[in-house]
């Protein structure tokens, strides 16, 4: 169900007409007080408000929302960062450094990416994210309930909110 609200607006007299004069038919007459009124700025209005509560569940939904896109463009940015130090040819040259340093026959076949290859980086990188969306969640749930707990005993957070011109 939707209530639908009309506002009536007020519009100033054209020139030639008489004040109070309908300017079509079937359209009421404008006062002539607001005709003769000379539009004022006023002051904007201000409301003190006191934000004594914070619902728990919808800052739970609200930040386990926040932390999976938290996650995802984790997840993401580490991919990406792989591929570009890759095209860059970091891990070419990681090996050939380790290979020149260190020597010997051993190391030949040695391969940076098998310890920290793209699979096992985006794996951990995964695995981080969904203990930090967990994380994430609760810590936020847990300060809602210790907010609410703190503003029974002071009060809670005054605001001031105030009307744009």
């Not at 904007?44 to 800052?59: K, M, Y």
């Not at 930040?63 to 996650?71: K, R, W, Y």
Request: no cysteine; charged share 15%.
């Amino acid at each position: 169900m939707t209530e639908r609200v009309e506002d009536t607006v007020v519009r100033p007299a054209a020139a030639g007409r008489p004040a109070g004069a309908p300017s079509a038919p079937g359209t009421a007459p404008v006062p002539p007080s607001a005709q003769a009124a000379p539009a004022r700025g006023r002051a904007p209005r201000r409301a003190r408000l006191r934000l004594t509560r914070i619902d728990p569940w919808s800052v739970m939904k609200t930040s386990f929302l926040l932390s999976i896109a938290f996650a995802v463009v984790t997840v993401v940015s580490v991919a990406m960062v792989w591929q570009v130090l890759g095209a860059a040819g970091v891990w070419d040259s990681i090996n050939s450094t380790i290979q020149e340093s260190i020597g010997g026959e051993d190391l030949a076949s040695f391969r940076i990416e098998d310890y920290v290859g793209t699979s096992r980086v985006l794996g951990f990188t995964m695995l981080v994210a969904a203990i930090d969306v967990v994380l994430i969640t609760a810590a936020a749930t847990l300060v809602a309930f210790l907010y609410n707990m703190s503003a029974a005993l002071l009060g809670g957070v005054e605001i001031t909110l105030a009307e744009d011109n």
